[in-house]
């Protein structure tokens, strides 16, 4: 009792130092981290969310975030995504300054000097000694160019220009027109108009408005690689068009731009090129730091590993860059709810992007939904993916639906629920139809009537597994909006990924496995297919293999267990999971693919056996050996920021079951942090002696009691207060005989 | 033999002068025929499938081609439809000439003196004292303001106007956005997007540029109502803005403006305003006759009647007006390809207006399925209905297949028919899901499985037997393209109309009936549902009831008539259907709906079973009594041309089977016609002693050749030539003993 009032005591100064202090976070980001080796992590200006990423296209411009380490760069353009995988999408609207002759061919150059800090991009252009600093606000671009001394200083504004994939695949982009009108010696318009890229999607337009703080001394078009000089501009007649201004330039000459985007029209660019209210990058980018630091400031860290921290603000600064925020920028309806685009992928981001938005930033993540159900209400679906304005693709399961179930059990507020179950019983029900790669569930015909996703359509595993865990969804949404019918029926169907349960297939020592299944219900042949065959697009597994999938019942674990054998065999199957190795070790552990997203919550399975200290061992081991500061510091694609919440959340100490008011309890890397919650509430999380050998938890007090089991709710801390581990180097037992965490079969 | 080659002798002079007459068909235009009893005919100023439809908009603006006889008149405005039913689309760009107060709450004035012709529309604004006149080109209007003496005169353009549907249902447009940049005294420029209507498509934007002959005094703008003077634009906020330009006029002064429109971009829409290169009316007027001569004078009539000649002229405007011919204005794709738009509906254009076009411009015809095809390749479908660059709704079958295989069987060439035999075999195998009213084929799981569309989906009859027909469409192009497999499966397929043959149901008489059907292949009761039941959207017969939709099957009629019971009872059920009086006999002969497109064909049935006198009769009717110069001329909504089309064809004296190579003969009404094919040749149509008495045929000679079945193929009308009708006012039973029409089961 005395040390239960003890606790208390403690917790009091906590709440009194709510606020957030004025630390500059932002100087532990380095927008590098995760750029290369796959990462695809953009490099350039932003504010979170922001619509405006300024940064380089390089080389081919093939590159997914534009940025490519060695070879030229083209340009800076305006609009980027980040982490992405597949084809690349946007890249518009690229200046470029050129000195001498202008090539329309191949203006580009190499660069030196390359720096990037929050809200600021900095390189020299070698070719032509022009000296770049870029910032940016939600809507607009600065540029400043220091050119050398020249009678023949150009800047190039290339509306032709945008991101492509090599060989005219279906996920390149497209040019549809684009067009640019000089209206001064100082300002222009124009747009680029572009379809396709990753998601397959419709076209989009990018409407631009740049004013230049020097005028030029001559303007001039081209269209189609033709120059065309005096010629102030130019209507759309599909082919690619740009323009250039002409400036004498005393040595270091400093010229500036300010570039509105908009996705609505010149007009709209114009207005939005005013949120940048003076020339100075200085300003521009300690507002930008300003914006960052409102999101990474909520994560008040107290720790003398530097590294740590570098990774940890870096892979926030990556789960805020999208989606994007493009309220007031929608051309496609006009409505009074938020509007945010480039979800890249839903499918990604479900699993720990969005519960560290609920965590840190409420209230972008209850904007974010209402922009889903708003998108539901105007085009029929909530998107899985969308960007430019368009859904696709859906990768594997329905998981706006994962998202919706997660905020209301977390209990935000300010959704309509009622609208959003409704978005969720129409990708339950009704059958996508036509490119079943767009939105909704392909392959529902076969779901809802045999109960699985059959060989007859692509990535029918992934679909069946993750189907039956929306299902689940979809059931506690039922439940807790008193739709009992509903609530019967698709807790039943959450148990669907039974069906693909084929108890005879064995794999270095594990029975049972996730296996194709014919209509006829009858399997495939062990010799036509393995538990290592790992997919993509067209394969029974999505990103995953049946040893990854096998573990995928994030909504019964308990029954999944029993399935694996029990309590021992899971255990075995774990380790096998994580030791047996055979893949490419750079991006897996054993058997499981750090790099791809179906495995996030595996490292936590030890946890429904309550083998916690296996997960903190397992945890540990991916965070250091997969993450660290250098340009190659993240696993694979980050995919929007998945990986790197990935990391967060577990650096935090603990990890969610998206879709159940559940967080399972890791191994925390910090001694101290202080979580500034939106609501203004502070949650303190200290890990008493945590360090690289101190990985094993010894013990756990939530709001000064003792916890005995591995795991805790969000609403167990939405209030703030304490979370106190206490840590040591060797596994401890502590939590082996809780409560363990909740599975759909212990509701009976 | 003499005879013979007395006919070939008759022939030569017909090719010598198979050159056009320079005679001015468009004064035989009124394009007020069919604007009311619900032809929804639009009668403004347009040259041929033209983007620009500049007319005014009325009372509340719920009408669908804007104009309306009683009430006021809101404005003038360059985008429209002509002919359609549901909810209205289009009405953008409205520009209103006002004189003293400016009201924005109601700017309306009542009018006097409407007159319109080819080219021109002109009326008297009571309220402001202000004569209009208006003209236009392709994709630019002209307007002509005479003002009486005034220190207040003013021109507004209100780009937040549209028409719309009282009640915000589904069928209503929404606005997205709008705006208005004022450039000079003499300029303005903007935009309105605006989304739904009919197709409920997603939004498109109509860009403008308008310039005035004579400078503004004062110039302002206005946003959601509120006068904002000075101001000289506004960017995109998502509300209804607008501007004004004012003027002190002169009694009876002029003031013209030229008003390019675009659905690109403004640039493009100053660029389309340069069509208009003058700003004289009577030059826009002459070039607009020029273009509608040029289609008009493909046939040139010489006969004594002019009401027909009339009706006749007219019905060819009607059948020209749309799809729009929107090559170079795809804001959705860049592609070498034609772009058309507002196919609104194939369903209703497939049976009468597309085969008009092959016959009178198939160079349009080619035009229009390259653009069809080419959509399909970006988009993923064929539209069977498209406006704002967005397909929906199908309301049966998918109909683009029949205008693949019409043209097909025709030899149109130019035309990619094995990338179009794709996007039938899509149509065909692939559902569209989602929203089954957009495109492909809704019902698609029951139909390709049970073979017929249960009641378990909507208009579930309809759809079977149009499917039946789409794929004998596709038998056809298979067999054509040598593709034998697929032309026996969508051979058999074509066949499924049997499956919804209920031969126990009797009626008036007749046995045999199409009746709704359960999925368990058990049928509707006959208390729950009757052979008059008509229905729309949801029910089991759209447009129809099964009296009407048990003769639709144009590729079997010989099954049919076996399935009916034979000669005699085929023959009793036309005549009961024609007499059984019980329908709004404005719009019915007998049982017979004449105002909807399922009872096309049904007048020349009597041709399959040798009875051509009484297809005579009947069409005969049916011409006289629902065809007339009166502004109620049409029976219902003209559907596009559709109406207008079907009468065409049948003054002609025959009628196609779309989709097969052949013509039924009917009765025709001219005494002598002459059709100037685009391929040079004339083909020269004669009717001895035709008239309204003389209705039926005693003999044809084709070519020379005495034609002893009741029916021909367009190839053999193709190199020109001569048919020659011989009329009398008795049957005289010419071809009761020919050869009849071809039927699909004449195929072993």
Redesign the interface.
């Known amino acids: 009792m005395m040390k239960q009032i003890l606790y208390y005591l403690l917790l009091l100064p906590a709440i009194c130092f709510s606020q957030q202090s004025n630390k500059n976070y932002a100087n532990y980001v380095d927008p590098f981290i995760g750029t290369e080796g796959g990462g695809h992590i953009f490099p350039g200006s932003s504010v979170p969310c922001s619509l405006v990423k300024l940064g380089p296209d390089c080389g081919n411009k093939f590159t997914n975030a534009g940025w490519e380490s060695k070879t030229n760069i083209v340009g800076f353009s305006h609009v980027h995504v980040s982490g992405t995988g597949g084809g690349p999408k946007y890249g518009n609207i690229l200046v470029m300054p050129v000195v001498g002759n202008i090539d329309l061919k191949d203006y580009s150059s190499p660069r030196s000097n390359e720096k990037a800090s929050v809200g600021l991009y900095s390189v020299t252009l070698d070719k032509y000694h022009v000296a770049v600093r870029l910032s940016s606000s939600h809507s607009a671009g600065l540029h400043e160019y220091t050119f050398p001394k020249s009678k023949a200083s150009h800047i190039l504004i290339d509306a032709g220009s945008f991101l492509l994939k090599p060989h005219q695949n279906a996920e390149t982009q497209?040019?549809?027109?684009s067009?640019v009108?000089i209206l001064s010696n100082t300002e222009i318009q124009g747009?680029s108009?572009v379809?396709g890229g990753w998601n397959i999607g419709?076209?989009y337009?990018v409407y631009f408005y740049a004013k230049f703080d020097t005028p030029a001394k001559e303007m001039g078009i081209w269209k189609s690689g033709k120059m065309m000089p005096g010629i102030k501009?130019?209507?759309?007649?599909?082919n690619p068009t740009g323009a250039y201004f002409d400036f004498q330039t005393r040595e270091g000459q400093i010229i500036k731009m300010k570039v509105g985007i908009s996705f609505?029209?010149s007009?709209?660019a114009?207005?939005n090129s005013k949120e940048l209210n003076s020339w100075s990058m200085d300003a521009a980018k300690q507002e930008a730091e300003t914006k960052w630091n409102a999101i990474l400031g909520a994560v008040e860290i107290n720790d003398s590993n530097e590294d740590n921290k570098k990774i940890f603000y870096t892979a926030l600064y990556h789960s805020f860059l999208q989606p994007s925020d493009r309220t007031?920028e929608?051309?496609?309806?006009?409505s009074s709810e938020p509007y945010y685009d480039d979800y890249y992928a839903i499918w990604d981001t479900f699993r720990a992007t969005f519960p560290l938005y609920t965590l840190l930033k409420p209230s972008l993540n209850k904007d974010i939904l209402r922009s889903l159900i708003d998108i539901y209400k105007y085009e029929?679906?909530m998107p899985d993916a969308r960007s430019g304005n368009d859904n696709g693709r859906v990768q594997g399961g329905t998981d706006g639906d994962m998202l919706i179930a997660d905020a209301f059990v977390k209990k935000l507020d300010g959704i309509d629920y009622q609208k959003a179950f409704e978005a969720m019983i129409k990708n339950a029900e009704?059958?996508?139809?036509?490119?079943?790669r767009k939105?909704?569930r392909g392959g529902l015909?076969d779901y809802n009537t045999v109960g699985f996703v059959s060989t007859n359509y692509e990535r029918a595993g992934s679909r069946t597994l993750e189907y039956a865990n929306n299902d689940y969804a979809i059931a506690v949404m039922a439940k807790g909006l008193g739709k009992e019918e509903l609530y019967k029926k698709y807790r039943e169907r959450a148990s669907n990924w039974e069906n693909l349960w084929n108890p005879d297939v064995e794999s270095f020592g594990a029975k049972g496995f996730i296996w194709p299944r014919f209509k006829d219900k009858t399997w495939e042949n062990a010799n036509k297919f393995t538990t290592l065959k790992s997919g993509s697009w067209s394969s029974f597994f999505y990103e995953s293999n049946s040893w990854e999938l096998s573990f995928y019942v994030p909504q019964d674990v308990k029954k999944l267990v029993l399935k694996c054998g029990g309590y021992k065999s899971f255990e075995n199957r774990l380790d096998t999971f994580f030791t047996h190795d055979m893949h490419d070790k750079s991006v897996s552990l054993g058997l499981f693919q750090v790099n791809n997203e179906p495995g996030f919550l595996t490292p936590d399975l030890y946890n429904y056996i309550n083998k916690q200290d296996k997960t903190a061992a397992i945890v540990r081991k991916i965070l250091s050996r997969f993450y660290n500061t250098s340009q190659a510091g993240l696993p694979g694609n980050d995919d929007s920021g998945a990986m790197s919440s990935w990391f967060a959340f577990q650096a935090l100490g603990f990890y969610p079951n998206t879709g159940q008011d559940v967080y399972l309890i890791g191994s925390p890397i910090f001694k101290e942090v202080n979580i500034h919650l939106q609501n203004g509430h502070l949650l303190r999380i200290t890990a008493k002696d945590a360090g690289p050998e101190n990985i094993y938890i010894q013990s756990v007090f939530l709001n000064g009691l003792l916890l005995t089991k591995n795991w805790f709710r969000h609403t167990d801390i939405m209030k703030g207060g304490t979370l106190s581990f206490v840590m040591g180097n060797q596994p401890s037992g502590w939590s082996n005989n809780g409560e363990l965490p909740p599975s759909m079969s212990d509701d009976k």
């Open positions: 497209q040019l549809v027109g067009e009108q747009y108009r379809r419709a076209a337009t501009g130019s209507f759309d007649d599909g609505l029209s007009a709209k114009k207005e007031g929608n051309p496609k309806w006009f029929g679906y009704i059958s996508p139809g036509g490119d079943e939105e909704g015909p």
